[in-house]
């Protein structure tokens, strides 16, 4: 399927000014850099081991921001949007107006990917943390692949769903299991080891890195993990593509 560079250009012009004209999409993006920024303001400032502490402010704030920025932010902001124009029929005339759903989606996709690593990255000083502190090109890799698998679950939700209040319903329990991942990691040592099979559990690790030891330490099984969820959510992603089409609701 050949994909027009103009078309996609289209399509993400197109984005770029709803996002525009409704900024309650950049809610989830903003809130996560607004609550650190407050909890920072409020929390007292330690270092792991200081004063009894078993973890640092930053690297707490930090990872919560995270977790809330790309298991949030990425669902919501690719599953929504899709509901909502297929609800407003609006998708219908996109797709009768030659442009493909791969170009749609990708010419969607990259505003998305872009306002959510940019957030990823305010996250650093927003935390109190400097950018000396982080290993930036593990940070920025492991960071980008979770909100890419992040978007992806959520233009599946988006795909099966036929308006924003079945996508919202879809998309509430796995936001939930998602965000609750980094504290049933400590429930029991059985669960812990089946979620750090999964892309938040991986992300989950490397906050945990910045709140209670400073050191992480990028292995093949992360690596593995990671691309294995990006693979996945992609063949089901084809699938349902396949199956259910944008337009045929």
């Known amino acids: 399927m050949k994909l027009s560079i103009r078309k996609i250009n289209a399509v ?19 809130f996560a850099i607004a609550f650190v920024i ?12 200081e004063e009894g502490s078993p973890f640092s402010t930053g690297g ?26 297929k609800e407003k ?4 005339v996109l797709m009768t107006s030659s442009v493909k759903g791969g170009e749609y989606f990708i010419g969607s996709m990259i505003p998305t990917l ?13 935390s109190g943390m400097s950018f000396g502190e982080i290993p930036i090109p593990t940070y920025f890799i492991i960071t980008s692949l979770a909100t890419l698998i992040s978007i ?33 990691r400590n429930f029991t040592e059985n669960l812990g080891e089946v979620l750090n099979y999964t892309f938040v559990g991986v992300l989950a690790k490397l906050a945990d890195s ?8 990028w292995n093949a099984i992360d690596t593995t993990v990671l691309l294995g969820w990006l693979v996945l959510t ?11 089409g944008l337009d045929n609701d």
């Open 234 to 244: 992609l063949g089901i992603f084809f699938y349902m593509y396949r199956k259910n």
């Open 12 to 30: 993400l012009q197109l984005r770029l000014k709803l996002i525009a004209s409704n900024m309650s999409t950049l809610f989830t993006p903003i």
């Open 210 to 217: 910045f709140s209670f030891s400073g050191d992480y330490q």
């Open 114 to 126: 872009l306002i959510l690593i940019t957030a990823n990255v305010l996250l650093i000083p927003a």
């Open 89 to 92: 029929n609006t998708l219908r």
């Open 60 to 85: 707490f704030l930090l990872s919560f921001g995270l977790i809330f920025n790309i298991a949030i932010g990425g669902i919501s902001m690719s599953s929504s949007p899709i509901a909502e124009e």
């Open 38 to 49: 407050v909890m920072k303001n409020l929390m007292p400032d330690v270092e792991i081991g």
């Open 152 to 184: 992806l679950i959520g233009y599946i939700i988006g795909i099966y769903a036929k308006n924003q209040g079945q996508a919202t319903l879809i998309s509430t329990p796995i936001l939930i299991i998602l965000t609750s991942t980094p504290v049933l």
